[in-house]
């Protein structure tokens, strides 16, 4: 065998060869460790903001994984956020107890509600005339009540102190009991007689107005069908009666005698002759409601020629509430 011999240019190629070798495996050693901590990354945090009753908000951490591909973007998760449903502000108020509890009636129909203002709930209602225990008011114009055995609140401006007056009186003959029965009388007062004119206003009406009408009433007066002729009569009765009835707080009205159909006791032409001396020669003071001029506009029916059917006395109530509230 023949030995092979390291002479000094031997050693020194072998030495190069060797350090070659070893910058090779180093390189790829790193290379190798690199690799490995891309693709074992850490979890990205991502921040977003959530509502919450804390000073309203409070944070969220919500890990976000990342990918290795250069190509593919992160995902990254958020929380959607919404403004917080904040109960509505409701009417400050405070309230003055009384030392007892008063008496106190409601001067129209009304609305209850759990606190002192229109942005509280309502808890009831209550009809004009209403008798109430009254234990305190508020330094916003509202008295603390009792109802049903709650406190609650209803508006000073529809509470006094004592009975009200009814909120509408009317006064009349045949035509004015047959509204009544159309329309009712929950907040209202209804003096009249079928058959009746000057004489039964006379003897027996007017007395009995004090007893129903009062401060804050409204009265309406329609007489004449079954007694045209009474036309001087009834206006010297009426104005001689305003001075008392406005001092007492009462608005009055007259109603015009309204159109016949088919009858044979009365004619359109006599009532309208009534209706224009009753307009010209009453007490300024009087307001008259024309439902002559209403029913011969809209029509109206009628069975008798007389008297009307519930349809036209509604409609009929409708005009004159209509001209009424406008003038409020």
């Known amino acids: 065998m023949k030995k ?28 190798d460790r690199s690799a490995g901590e891309v693709s074992a990354a850490p979890a990205v945090v991502n921040t977003v903001t959530d509502i919450s009753s804390y000073n309203d908000e409070v944070t969220k951490e919500v890990a976000v994984p990342m ?21 509505p502000e409701r009417t400050a108020y405070s309230v003055k107890e009384y030392e ?35 234990t305190g008011e508020t330094d916003n114009g509202w008295y603390e009540v009792v109802y049903e055995g709650i406190t609650a609140f209803i508006k000073g401006d529809y509470m006094v102190k004592d009975l009200p007056g009814t909120p509408y009186v009317f006064v009349g003959d045949s035509r004015t009991v047959q509204m009544q029965m159309a329309v009712g009388s929950s907040d209202k007062a209804y003096i009249a007689k079928v058959g009746e004119g000057y004489s039964w206003f006379k003897n027996t009406a007017l007395s009995q107005i004090p007893s129903y009408a009062g401060n804050g009433s409204v009265m309406i007066i329609n007489f004449g069908v079954n007694d045209l002729g009474n036309v001087s009569k009834y206006i010297s009765l009426i104005n001689s009666n305003i001075d008392a ?14 159109p016949v159909g ?59 509430m209509s001209v009424i509230n406008s003038e409020i």
């Open 4 to 31: 092979f011999k390291l002479n000094s240019g031997n050693l020194i190629l072998l030495a190069a060869f060797a350090a070659g070798f070893s910058i090779l495996v180093t390189a790829s050693t790193i290379a």
């Open 67 to 87: 990918t290795a591909s250069a190509d593919t973007k992160a995902n990254v998760v958020s929380l959607a956020s919404e403004s917080p449903v904040r109960a």
């Open 100 to 134: 007892a509890p008063v008496t106190m009636y409601t001067s129209d129909t009304v609305n209850v509600r759990s606190g002192a203002g229109t942005d509280y709930d309502k808890v009831g209602k209550l009809r004009w005339g209403k008798e109430l225990t009254v």
């Open 245 to 258: 009835w406005t001092e007492a707080g009462i608005t009055v009205y007259y109603a015009a005698v309204t």
């Open 262 to 320: 088919d009858c044979t006791t009365v004619s359109n032409a006599q009532i309208e002759s009534f209706n224009t001396r009753m307009q010209t020669e009453l007490d300024p003071r009087i307001k008259w409601l024309d439902g002559y001029s209403y029913l011969t506009q809209t029509g109206f029916s009628t069975a008798d020629g007389l008297h009307y059917n519930k349809d036209t006395y509604r409609s009929l109530y409708s005009y004159y």
